[in-house]
């Protein structure tokens, strides 16, 4: 590769929402968490070294997407998302005052309203990403999800902010969104008995991106959010890498 040739400026700067996929992320209480195992390795004949790994990994791990098949018997499985889905204009909500450190708080419809009043309507079809800054606390299981439990007893004592039903309805509803995103561990608050806002946004379509990082950089609305998973075939979500493009600054 001739390294002397510049490679023309891009029109846009990325900023990665995705948290490293390593066995320090807070896994779900009773799953198995992400593995990856010692490396393989092998010379080819000149001596150049060869080396590959293999992994485990829950699909609801890490910086990941849940796809219809999550809730919904018979829905979309994740290799079916149309792209469209994935790809999209992006509204970033900074709900952080609302949250505060309330591990139970809830994103309500008026936080939205609050938002629309101030940078337009939520288009249709776009992916809103909803700041928490509860990404802050990723890694350390206790801060991020309430429980350092790893066992499935653990998911008794899990507090972690998310959307409230009555705000996923309406986004799904009334905006007719087509992805939503969080920078917590899940769009249902962590003590939700009954995962309303799933139930709310999936059986719609709507795609729910979970573990989200560093939303707080984003400004309120003019960029786009790629959220690729890995195309599970048959899968109720995926890891995902996920990022935003914004427009080169001169």
């Known amino acids: 590769m001739d390294t002397t040739t510049p490679l023309p400026r891009p029109r846009f700067r990325a900023i990665d929402l995705t948290h490293p996929l390593d066995a320090a992320g807070c896994s779900w209480p009773g799953e198995s968490p992400f593995r990856l195992e010692p490396p393989e390795v092998a010379s080819l004949p000149d001596g150049t070294r060869v080396v590959w790994h293999r992994f485990s990994s829950p699909e609801h791990f890490g910086t990941h997407l849940d796809a219809p098949a999550h809730v919904v018997a018979a829905g979309q499985t994740v290799e079916a998302l149309p792209l469209e889905r994935l790809v999209a204009e992006g509204a970033c909500v900074d709900a952080r005052d609302a949250v505060g450190d309330d591990s139970r708080a809830r994103v ?48 008794a004592a899990l507090a972690f902010p998310g959307l409230d039903g009555e705000a996923a309805r309406w986004l799904a509803d009334e905006r007719e969104i087509g992805a939503i995103g969080i920078d917590s561990a899940g769009i249902d608050p962590g003590d939700s008995p009954d995962m309303a806002a799933h139930r709310a946004l999936l059986p719609r379509g709507v795609v729910v991106v979970e573990n989200l990082a560093r939303l707080e950089t984003l400004p309120a609305r003019g960029f786009l959010v790629v959220a690729l998973p890995l195309p599970i075939r048959g899968g109720s979500g995926a890891p995902a890498r996920v990022v935003a493009l914004l427009p080169a600054v001169d």
């Open 108 to 155: 309500t419809r008026p936080v939205f309203e609050a938002w629309e009043a101030r940078h337009g309507r939520i288009a249709r079809g776009s992916t809103v990403l909803v700041a928490t800054g509860w990404s802050a606390r990723w890694g350390d299981p206790l801060r991020y999800l309430g429980s350092a439990d790893r066992s499935a007893a653990g998911a």
